[in-house]
């Protein structure tokens, strides 16, 4: 199948009437390739800063069946699939969600944003179903945004037989600096996420600045199963990405039994007493030397063996169970499956062989590679004691163990503190 990512420059709410001419022109290249399916941005219509839920439903912003009704057409004219953004109002509500067009124009089903980020909370409700939809291609898994942020609602997808994952997003730029473009997905979290679960995925982001208030990454990707790059968006402007995906049998990677059941259980998490103190750690020091370093300065630590990483599942309960820093005993690290699993639990990851090979942040951030020679690293517990991405973005707080479904349990494995 050739999938085909738009990516679109970003307008506010304000100048909403613009998205039209943009999907437009991002449908007539995807027919005149011959693409399969269309991905669309989170919200493509009518813009991600909705302002506030007031402002969202004046008259001159169309209503979610008349935007739903424009999608189709231009399905139904594309003779493609489509998966588009939009605002859904139900019950009451308005929803982040994505909508999921046949090559008829026909409307197969909707998808809602799961795992909410930072100004969502203002305006948008949460979904509360994790599954896929079936496509002449194969059952396909639809994320969100953030949702990708989350192993389980990927693992949940797995689960639920997903051959290829599409992802309707807006990658805001989480840099500080304007046109210093920096977000995790993009720069190594979707390969780390396809690599694990075995399935391609393509994400539609958008670009550019909407109004004063969002810088976006662009980088609009396509990854196959592997996590290799297919193709991939510059970080600004209109594109429109393509490439020929092979939809796969997802990897169900055992999961014991002991973290299956922390995992789907309700159980509160760990929450830190007083601050932490920062401590200094040699980088010279063996793996056993380092761990009791950390411990010694009153640390919450976790040792491992690398091969445990390749699952979410055993890091994840650590950090829900209080662990700031994890040592892993590996010779040759995998950079973006460190940095995955330190940036999704928020804790550090300290590679170590018979010195200190590599220090991950809880922001993914690389902070001490071998070749710096510095002979100490600081590291300051504390951060990993905040599981937030933003102040409005809480990791656990927004945990729904009821919603998630993972693969079967394996034996029971021992995890070694």
Same mark, same amino acid.
């Given at each position: 199948?050739?999938?085909?990512?738009?990516?679109?420059?970003? &307008?506010?709410?304000?100048?909403?009437?613009?998205?039209?001419?943009?999907?437009?022109?991002?449908?007539? @290249?995807?027919?005149?390739?011959? %693409?399969?399916?269309?991905?669309?941005?989170?919200?493509?219509?009518?813009?991600?800063?909705?302002?506030?839920?007031?402002?969202?439903?004046? !008259? !001159?912003?169309?209503?979610?069946?008349?935007?739903?009704?424009?999608?189709?057409?231009?399905?139904?004219? =594309?003779?493609?699939?489509?998966?588009?953004?939009?605002?859904?109002?139900?019950? $009451?509500?308005?929803?982040?969600?994505?909508?999921?067009?046949?090559?008829?124009?026909? @409307?197969? =089903? #909707?998808?809602?944003?799961?795992?909410?980020?930072?100004?969502?909370?203002?305006?948008?409700?949460?979904?509360?179903?994790?599954?896929?939809?079936?496509?002449?291609?194969?059952?396909?898994?639809?994320?969100?945004?953030?949702? %990708?942020?989350?192993?389980?609602?990927?693992?949940?997808?797995?689960?639920?037989?997903?051959?290829?994952?599409?992802?309707?997003?807006?990658?805001?730029?989480?840099? $500080?600096?304007?046109?210093?473009?920096?977000?995790?997905?993009?720069?190594?979290?979707?390969?780390?996420?396809?690599?694990?679960?075995?399935? +391609?995925?393509?994400?539609?982001?958008?670009?550019?600045?909407?109004?004063?208030?969002?810088?976006?990454?662009?980088? /609009?990707?396509?990854?196959?199963?592997?996590?290799?790059?297919?193709?991939?968006?510059?970080?600004?402007?209109?594109?429109?990405?393509?490439?020929?995906?092979? +939809?796969? *049998?997802?990897?169900?990677?055992?999961? /014991?039994?002991?973290?299956?059941?922390?995992?789907?259980?309700? *159980?509160?998490?760990?929450?830190?007493?007083?601050? /932490? &103190?920062?401590?200094?750690? /040699?980088?010279?020091?063996?793996?056993?030397?380092?761990?009791?370093?950390?411990?010694?300065? =009153?640390?919450?630590?976790?040792?491992?063996?690398?091969?445990?990483?390749?699952?979410?599942?055993?890091?994840?309960?650590?950090?829900?169970? =209080?662990? *700031?820093?994890?040592?892993?005993?590996?010779?040759?690290?995998?950079?973006? @499956?460190?940095?995955?699993?330190?940036?999704?639990?928020?804790?550090?990851? @300290?590679? #170590?062989?018979?010195?200190?090979?590599?220090?991950?942040?809880?922001?993914?951030?690389?902070?001490?590679?071998?070749? !710096?020679?510095?002979?100490?690293?600081?590291?300051?517990?504390?951060?990993?004691?905040?599981?937030?991405? &933003?102040?409005?973005?809480?990791?656990?707080? *927004?945990?729904? +163990?009821?919603?998630?479904?993972?693969?079967?349990?394996?034996?029971?494995?021992?995890?070694?503190?």
């Amino acid at each position: 199948m050739i999938i085909a990512c738009g990516q679109m420059e970003a &307008t506010t709410i304000d100048g909403a009437a613009d998205v039209w001419p943009a999907v437009d022109r991002l449908a007539a @290249l995807a027919r005149r390739a011959r %693409a399969d399916l269309l991905v669309l941005p989170e919200t493509t219509y009518p813009a991600y800063w909705l302002d506030s839920r007031e402002r969202y439903l004046r !008259d !001159d912003v169309e209503r979610s069946a008349a935007v739903l009704e424009r999608f189709g057409r231009f399905a139904a004219q =594309g003779g493609f699939w489509v998966v588009a953004g939009f605002v859904e109002e139900a019950d $009451g509500r308005i929803y982040n969600a994505a909508a999921v067009f046949d090559r008829s124009g026909g @409307l197969v =089903g #909707v998808a809602r944003k799961h795992f909410l980020w930072d100004c969502d909370h203002r305006w948008f409700s949460a979904g509360d179903e994790i599954r896929g939809f079936d496509t002449e291609f194969g059952r396909m898994g639809v994320l969100i945004c953030a949702d %990708a942020r989350v192993p389980e609602i990927v693992a949940t997808l797995a689960a639920d037989g997903a051959e290829f994952a599409v992802e309707p997003t807006a990658w805001v730029n989480t840099s $500080g600096v304007r046109r210093v473009y920096r977000n995790i997905q993009p720069d190594f979290l979707i390969r780390c996420r396809a690599r694990e679960f075995g399935i +391609p995925f393509a994400c539609a982001s958008k670009a550019g600045r909407e109004g004063s208030v969002l810088e976006y990454v662009g980088q /609009s990707q396509i990854v196959d199963a592997g996590g290799n790059d297919l193709a991939r968006a510059p970080e600004g402007g209109e594109h429109l990405v393509l490439a020929e995906v092979a +939809p796969c *049998q997802p990897v169900t990677r055992p999961i /014991s039994a002991e973290h299956r059941g922390r995992i789907l259980s309700e *159980q509160t998490p760990f929450v830190a007493g007083a601050r /932490s &103190t920062p401590c200094s750690v /040699s980088t010279s020091a063996g793996a056993a030397a380092v761990h009791a370093s950390i411990r010694a300065a =009153g640390g919450r630590t976790l040792m491992m063996e690398s091969g445990e990483l390749e699952s979410f599942a055993p890091l994840r309960c650590a950090a829900l169970d =209080g662990v *700031q820093a994890a040592i892993v005993r590996s010779r040759s690290p995998r950079e973006d @499956l460190l940095r995955a699993r330190a940036a999704e639990n928020r804790i550090f990851l @300290l590679v #170590v062989d018979d010195a200190m090979i590599m220090a991950v942040n809880p922001n993914g951030a690389i902070i001490r590679r071998r070749s !710096d020679g510095r002979e100490f690293v600081e590291i300051d517990l504390s951060e990993a004691d905040v599981k937030q991405f &933003t102040p409005e973005t809480r990791i656990w707080g *927004q945990r729904r +163990p009821s919603c998630y479904r993972l693969s079967p349990a394996a034996e029971p494995a021992a995890r070694r503190r």
